[in-house]
Nanobody, 123 residues
Framework: QVQLVESGGGLVQAGGSLRLSCAAS????????MGWFRQAPGKEREFVAA????????NYADSVKGRFTIARDNAKNTVSLQMNSLKPEDTAVYYC????????????????WGQGTQVTVSS
């Protein structure tokens, strides 16, 4: 069982930055792929970024490449999402997720989810 708690959301102007953090419980954190997803009002939950448990490779949605950076600290059981050059279309509830599924971009590949943190980018 893994419990995830996100923090760091808030209101920021377009072009600004925010750093989201996700704290995970459990002693097997390093064996999980960690991902970030987001869901805007009226839209489906979408993949943002992931850090694979094996090999440490990362994946990003095209919409955030070059602006967002995912990083994990296995010693602290945390994963962060640094978001720069934020745009109004980045406004959403952001969710941290942990899983061992084959696909890192599909929500179905994750077994555990946080409660979400709101990110609002004003124009």
């Amino acid at each position: 069982q893994v419990q995830l708690v996100e923090s760091g959301g808030g209101l920021v102007q377009a072009g600004g930055s925010l750093r989201l953090s996700c704290a995970a419980s459990g002693r097997t954190f390093s064996s999980y792929t960690m991902g970030w997803f987001r869901q805007a009002p009226g839209k489906e939950r979408e993949f943002v970024a992931a850090d694979r448990w094996s090999g440490g490779s990362t994946n990003y949605a095209d919409s955030v490449k070059g602006r967002f950076t995912i990083a994990r600290d296995n010693a602290k059981n945390t994963v962060s999402l640094q978001m720069n050059s934020l745009k109004p279309e980045d406004t959403a509830v952001y969710y941290c997720a942990a899983g061992r599924g084959f696909s890192v971009v599909a929500a179905a590949g994750y077994d555990y989810w946080g409660q979400g943190t709101q990110v609002t980018v004003s124009s």
